[in-house]
């Protein structure tokens, strides 16, 4: 069986063509299905079959549904059951406004023949379509989906501790004082401390040049959600052009069309040029090293084409990776086979990047929130002094 995608994506495909199917598959045996996929690969037809039956079949009289799903999805082939039991032709259809009504017949044309009808959402379709595709309906409905995005910060330790009721801590020597008045002055109760947790302060730098306007609205959309789910205090947004704008206040507020108009008349360098070198020499000097990017979590959306002198990029990148806790690069460009990244300003940055991400679309930005959130990521290259890039 050839490996056609990536096991996750053809293991949630294969869920929902199950449950148009009349299956009742749970999110949690999807997960169970993707951990066996995991291990049986995708390019034994045993292996992918009997893990799927394993987990996703709860009920005896679904194997027969199962395995013409299976053939259909898998081995692009109908099997016909044995008689008395006629199969069900298998029609793949795209459900576009929720509308799942049979068409309509005319009044002398013959009843067509049973057909089970397999669906699957139109928004599975829009999570993995490039927003340089997408018109002005699908536009709309990316950014609801945007505004559920949930970005939950990475976190750090704190040097106040936080009360605990485990062993593990340090010793509450005040605490434990306090419970033994209960026990006429008898330590038998003790008290202890773990050091608490907070998220980490994040920085967004969205660039809004000519070349990036088929995505900047997504990065800024993306860069308003984080704003709104985590406040101004949390969360920095920069855009990037000719000049370096700030755009925290701007993004402030819980509802996205106000926030991105506000943010659209304050950037002035709008579908401009770029000059990213001279754009974070300005954010390095005034809030980076001073205390903004300390510690903090780095979001660069760019595809990297830059005016300026790639060797300011290149010094300006090390100074941010310095004080950074991570920095993260998000380039749409880098989900086009046969990518590379050759351009001067990427050639320069890619260095001081600690994780290198796509940004073209809405399963990108989803999978961004998740490495935001401190998420696993696969190692691509080692970075100066002991650091390292990491691609998605």
Not at 136 to 153: G, K, M, S
Not at 184 to 192: C, D, K, L, S
Not at 332 to 338: D, E, I, Q, W, Y
């Amino acid at each position: 069986m050839p490996e056609t995608g990536a096991p996750e994506r053809m293991a949630v495909g294969f869920a929902r063509v199950l449950r148009g199917a009349g299956i009742d598959v749970p999110t949690g045996a999807v997960v169970d299905f993707v951990a066996a996929l995991a291990l049986v690969g995708l390019l034994r037809r045993e292996g992918v079959y009997f893990a799927g039956r394993a987990t996703l079949v709860r009920r005896a009289e679904d194997l027969a549904a199962y395995e013409r799903v299976f053939a259909s999805y898998w081995e692009q082939r109908l099997t016909q059951p044995a008689p008395p039991v006629v199969a069900a032709p298998v029609t793949l259809a795209i459900d576009e406004d929720g509308d799942s009504s049979p068409p309509e017949t005319g009044a002398g044309a013959t009843a067509p023949e049973e057909t089970l009808a397999v669906r699957f959402s139109a928004v599975e379709v829009l999570r993995h379509k490039d927003f340089s595709d997408l018109d002005a309906d699908e536009w709309r409905q990316a950014q609801r989906l945007l505004a559920v995005l949930r970005i939950n910060p990475d976190l750090r330790r704190t040097r106040r501790l936080r009360r605990t009721r485990h062993s593990r801590g340090r010793p509450d020597m005040g605490g434990t004082v306090r419970r033994s008045l209960r026990t006429g002055g008898e330590p038998i109760e003790r008290a202890w401390r773990l050091p608490g947790v907070r998220g980490r302060r994040m920085v967004v730098l969205a660039d809004v040049s000519g070349s990036m306007e088929p995505y900047a609205r997504a990065a800024l959309r993306f860069a308003q959600a984080a704003v709104a789910a985590r406040g101004v205090d949390a969360v920095e947004v920069f855009a990037l052009g000719t000049r370096l704008t700030r755009l925290t206040r701007q993004l402030a507020g819980r509802d996205p069309e106000i926030a991105l108009r506000r943010a659209a008349g304050e950037v002035a360098d709008w579908s401009g040029g770029t000059r990213l070198g001279e754009g974070l020499t300005t954010f390095n000097d005034r809030w980076g090293i001073r205390g903004m990017a300390r510690g903090a979590v780095v979001v660069i959306l760019s595809d990297g084409w830059d005016r300026g002198d790639p060797e300011q990029l290149g010094s300006e990148m090390a100074r941010l990776a310095r004080v950074a806790h991570r920095v993260i690069w998000v380039n749409p460009l880098k989900a086009t086979p046969g990518y590379a990244p050759l351009a001067r300003g990427m050639a320069a940055a890619l260095p001081y990047v600690d994780q290198f991400v796509e940004g073209h679309s809405l399963a990108s930005l989803e999978h961004l929130a998740r490495i935001v959130a401190g998420g696993p990521s696969l190692v691509a290259g080692p970075r100066p002094a002991g650091r390292r890039t990491e691609a998605l």
